[in-house]
């Protein structure tokens, strides 16, 4: 069976971006000329997933809102010829009716938690699990590259990419255990370990295909780190009984849940949209000359 539907854990506060977040989800903070989340689903949807679970918490009405239909906007835009292409562009933000479902997460029980609440909406199927306020540029996009590797192997495969061996201590790493291209078959993964004790340098990015049979040791699992139920505490689990893959993709990853990652992936896509290329680097160019 192949990846039909995917979990986009959305419940989150942001409180490494606050006070932004404080009355607008840190998911619909604007990347040039549309929210981080909206770069998220349409990596979703090229890579061929056709069900989008959104588990959502208080305060993320607008996520919702946001993916449907604007009728009064719309209306709007719709008399004016002159905005016909603003028009085109607010209407592919809407998802086919039934494309997409929204549960709650009552209370910040951590990542695994959150996917553990699709799994009746997910059903006995594998899955994908993209965390929204990572955004990767890449074409094809990286969750694409990774369906193709799942096509192939059939077994949980997380996405990774290499980082500086000095910043290791401060991510999830994989323990590599045979290599093919950019498909490594894996023994392990250690969070944020010493630098002298890291198994590769290739950090867990924020993508997964994931095997049904994770929930049910999300099920029972019990609290990790930061006293939440981690995802990939239950992941190790699963390695103990299925084939776990890495994919070192192929394409460039920004954190936007960081300050810093939300303001190079505003500058990144800025230099690269058409409309706004030229202007950022002269700003960029002023900027940097005044320093």
């Known amino acids: 069976m192949g990846i039909?539907?995917?979990?986009?854990?959305v419940a989150g506060h942001g409180t490494r971006v606050l006070p932004a977040t404080k009355s607008i989800p840190k998911e619909l903070l604007p990347v040039v000329d549309r929210p981080a989340l909206q770069y998220v689903v349409d990596?979703?949807?090229e890579a061929g997933i056709e069900h989008l679970v959104f588990v959502t918490g208080r305060g993320k009405q607008a996520i919702e809102d946001y993916f449907d239909h604007a009728y009064e906007l719309e209306d709007s835009l719709a008399a004016?010829?002159?905005k016909a292409d603003i028009l085109k562009d607010v209407q592919r933000t809407k998802l086919p009716a039934g494309a997409a479902s929204f549960t709650r997460q009552q209370a910040p029980l951590g990542l695994g938690h959150a996917v553990w609440c699709a799994r009746d909406i997910i059903g006995n199927e594998p899955f994908a699990v993209l965390l929204p306020d990572v955004i990767v540029r890449a074409r094809p996009s990286c969750l694409a590259q990774m369906v193709e590797a799942f096509d192939k192997t059939g077994g949980n495969i997380v996405a990774v990419d290499p980082v500086p061996e000095e910043l290791v201590s401060s991510y999830g790493v994989i323990a590599p255990k045979k290599r093919d291209g950019?498909?490594?078959?894996m023994s392990g993964m250690v969070e944020k370990p010493p630098r002298e004790e890291a198994p590769s340098n290739l950090k867990i990015t924020g993508r997964y295909i994931l095997r049904p049979e994770i929930f049910g040791l999300l099920e029972d699992q019990g609290k990790g780190a930061g006293g939440e139920i981690q995802l990939t505490d239950a992941m190790v689990r699963l390695m103990e009984s299925q084939a776990f893959f890495a994919y070192e993709f192929d394409g460039e990853e920004f954190d936007c849940g960081s300050k810093s990652g939300y303001f190079e992936?505003?500058?990144a896509h800025a230099l690269q949209h058409p409309e706004t290329a030229e202007d950022a680097r002269r700003i960029l160019a002023k900027y940097s000359d005044a320093s």
Request: proline share 5%; aromatic share 0%.
């Open 4 to 9: 039909r539907k995917a979990v986009l854990p």
């Open 43 to 45: 990596e979703a949807l």
């Open 80 to 82: 004016k010829a002159s």
């Open 182 to 185: 950019r498909l490594i078959e």
């Open 265 to 267: 992936a505003v500058v």
